[in-house]
């Protein structure tokens, strides 16, 4: 059993869309005995909250239904995950600062690392943007998640 854990800022578009579309792709894989997924944020004022209404609708038309409850990201992930994936620079900053040890900071890595059909190096923040912003980073985490899959299979 590996242990993914997704992180954003709000944990309310990027990560929780991450960790729906990682469940599916797990599930269509056969392999969604083997993963253990979660999402969380390095800020914690929507906590309790479901995603915003409009990553949902972009992601259910992809046929991704997100149903997480925001939380935010504590110490104690470092115990509990294997992969701690954020999406942006300022995500991977906070959560290395918390990192109680090497073993735990090693643990932090890049989404847009597992990416092979887009040469980027941050998943954008889509709260400020329009419904295409959405469409963007779905874009995004479809390439990345199918690659992180791949490597799970192995
Ligand atoms: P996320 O998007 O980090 O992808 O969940 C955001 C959600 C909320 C805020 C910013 C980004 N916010 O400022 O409240």
């Known amino acids: 059993m590996k242990k ?4 954003c800022l709000g944990n309310i578009c ?4 991450a960790h729906g579309i990682m469940e ?3 599930r269509e894989k056969g392999i969604a005995e083997c993963v253990d997924v979660d999402s969380a944020g390095t800020y ?3 906590s309790g ?3 915003d209404t409009r990553m949902r609708e972009a992601a259910s038309k992809r046929g991704y239904d997100l149903t ?8 104690a992930d470092f115990e509990r995950f294997d992969h701690i994936i954020v999406m942006d620079d300022s995500n991977y900053e906070r959560v290395c600062r918390l990192a109680p040890d090497m073993q735990s900071l090693s643990k932090v890595e890049r989404m847009t690392d597992y990416c092979t059909r887009f040469d980027i190096d ?11 912003g ?4 779905l874009d995004i985490l479809e390439d990345a998640v199918s690659n992180l899959i791949e490597r799970t299979a192995e």
């Open 49 to 51: 909250e479901l995603p």
């Open 14 to 17: 990027r990560s929780p869309a």
């Open 134 to 137: 959405f469409e963007y980073v």
């Open 122 to 132: 941050h998943v954008p923040d889509p709260y400020y943007q329009g419904q295409s």
């Open 4 to 7: 993914y854990l997704f992180v």
């Open 24 to 26: 599916k792709m797990a």
């Open 44 to 46: 914690g004022g929507h």
């Open 68 to 75: 997480h409850r925001a939380r935010q990201f504590t110490r």
